[in-house]
């Protein structure tokens, strides 16, 4: 029929779903170039996200936590939907994973591998930026009688996001042992573990196919624990090197100033052994942990705080490595938690940046790094007593810093200033930062058995809100449990901010920093009930008891509303 021919409420009809299709088509194009404008052109630096931990917090309060840390790239050890749902529009890249026990059914299975896809994929992208699908972990090593399957799984999965026209937004691989190469220094003699090269050989052709990275999980620490003598500390830590202790590859006369470096190009000469010089190396897993047993000396806080610190500053750097210059692995940090469920050694508990409670196990000191993963930017940390740890320890670690540790505990004594709240934590917080000032910061001077953890929140500020929250005439004028909303919210400089709104005065919040003495001219402001005219006494002493319970009420409900965005606005990052 000609076009002529149709009745003008056709053609508008015709003309007006013509343009929604167009527009429907143009903003899936859009998004997707917008995801594939995110992907990565320059080297980062992400963390692994595992979840053995007890009273983990959930989904919502994670992705706050990650985006309040500056945190961009993150890696799962599964799909779990609580996670891609929460991280939905928050261009934080995420690499999924398929757990080692679905490898059978989907290496056998087409069906399986695309349902797979379309529950975990197709169901969250692209508002869930996901970047790459991790195909087991370490399979070849830890469950070696999935083997054979491992590439089939990896090219069913491959073939379900060509179905869905993915396959150029995400990428697919599965993460390696480092043990999977053999005779690793010097690196130009490494080569692949051969009873596995039916398993390489293919993968590494796929790999090499699909523009997708080998992945592989290096970890100098067990270099250096298990070299101990060979290879020095300063190497696995990224510390400076006089040339005499640089490593040297004596075939290339490459010199190697760190173990990571070596690690990663032993991967490069194994491939290129097998004929393939086209893959690039994705580091998912890399870190040191932060406390260890007796048979693990090196595992402190100091030498993870060095080693993850000087790995971040390496990638930002973009100095490549001495085989390949021109190419910067990115690198996934073990891990965001402290995985307190895992089995012994102690070490596998504590490769975390962060206690299950978001405080940091420590503060990583990059600089330029900005605040990204907890990095003091300040140098400015305090030491305050864990969360859940029983009395009778903390007051244990409490005599001692008073004690033997030689800690000035006069101010928490009875009547004065940091005395209340008069409980054991808020006690020991004090004698802990105020040895741990005491000592310089020193590396381990914030432990006391364990019970201690670094924080960026000055302790010695809240015995005097505190005091001040108990004293002034315009909060007295509430109930004890209104005048503890501010204390118990733990945001320090915001009841400061509510304590002189109520008091209606100019301040200077200089005058209130408490570094561990209070002056007499705070404590004259904080003691005086005398209003500052007669009117205004007047007014304040006539209200009626009745009146003062409506306000009371009234102002509890107001502040809870408040003080509950104002705590959940710093972690809103755009």
Request: proline fraction near 6%; hydrophobic fraction near 40%.
């Amino acid at each position: 029929m000609a076009l002529s021919k149709l009745p003008l409420s056709t053609i508008f009809f015709l003309f007006c779903t013509s343009l929604f299709t167009i527009s429907q088509v143009l903003s899936s194009k859009i998004a997707v170039a917008q995801i594939k404008d995110q992907q990565d052109n320059e080297p980062f630096v992400g963390i692994n996200i595992g979840v053995d931990v007890s009273n983990l917090m959930s989904a919502t309060e994670l992705v706050s936590l990650l985006q309040f840390q500056k945190v961009t790239h993150i890696r799962l050890y599964d799909a779990d939907p609580d996670m891609l749902k929460a991280l939905a529009k928050t261009k934080i890249r995420v690499i999924i994973s398929v757990p080692n026990n679905q490898l059978i059914a989907i290496g056998s299975s087409n069906a399986t591998a695309a349902s797979w896809i379309g529950k975990n994929v197709l169901a969250y992208y692209p508002q869930t930026v996901i970047t790459a699908i991790a195909v087991g972990d370490e399979v070849l090593t830890t469950v070696p009688s999935s083997a054979p399957l491992l590439v089939p799984a990896i090219e069913s999965l491959y073939s379900a996001l060509v179905a869905a026209n993915l396959h150029n937004q995400i990428m697919i691989s599965t993460p390696h042992s480092a043990s999977i190469i053999l005779d690793p220094f010097p690196p130009s003699q490494a080569f692949f573990n051969q009873s596995w090269s039916s398993v390489m050989q293919p993968l590494l052709k796929f790999l090499s196919k699909t523009g997708s990275p080998l992945m592989m999980n290096l970890y100098p620490y067990y270099v250096f624990m298990q070299n101990k003598g060979v290879v020095p500390l300063e190497n696995s830590l990224f510390k400076p090197l006089t040339p005499s202790k640089e490593m040297v590859d004596p075939n290339t006369l490459l010199h190697y100033t760190n173990v990571f470096d070596a690690m990663v190009d032993a991967a490069y000469y194994s491939m290129k052994n097998l004929n393939f010089t086209d893959v690039v190396v994705l580091v998912t897993e890399s870190g040191w942990p932060s406390k260890g047993d007796s048979k693990e000396p090196y595992a402190t806080i100091d030498n993870a705080d060095t080693y993850n610190s000087n790995m971040i500053k390496h990638v930002l750097d973009q100095s490549g490595t001495p085989l390949h210059p021109e190419i910067t692995s990115s690198v996934y940090l073990y891990e965001l938690f402290n995985e307190d469920l895992r089995s012994p050694p102690v070490s596998e508990a504590n490769w975390g940046l962060f206690y299950a409670n978001a405080t940091p196990v420590y503060l990583l000191h990059v600089s330029g790094g900005g605040t990204f993963l907890a990095n003091d930017t300040t140098n400015q940390t305090y030491c305050i007593a864990m969360d859940g740890v029983d009395s009778r320890t903390l007051q244990a670690a409490l005599d001692w810093a008073c004690g033997p540790g030689r800690t000035n505990c006069s101010e928490i004594q009875p009547g004065e200033n940091c005395y209340q709240p008069n409980n054991v934590k808020n006690h020991a917080s004090y004698a802990f930062d105020s040895y741990y000032q005491k000592e310089g910061r020193a590396a381990g001077s914030c432990d006391f058995k364990g019970v201690a953890m670094i924080t960026t929140t000055d302790p010695s500020k809240c015995c005097v809100l505190y005091y001040a929250l108990n004293s002034h005439r315009s909060l007295m004028l509430f109930s004890p449990n209104l005048r503890s909303i501010f204390f118990l919210f733990g945001k320090c400089w915001q009841v400061m901010e509510v304590v002189y709104f109520l008091e209606a005065m100019p301040y200077q919040s200089t005058n209130f920093v408490c570094s561990k003495k209070i002056t007499n001219n705070t404590r004259t402001v904080m003691n005086t009930t005398t209003p500052s005219n007669a009117a205004g006494g007047s007014r304040l002493l006539s209200i009626r008891s009745s009146r003062v319970s409506a306000m009371d009420r009234a102002l509890q409900a107001f502040l809870t509303i408040i003080f509950s965005i104002s705590l959940h606005i710093p972690f809103v990052v755009s």
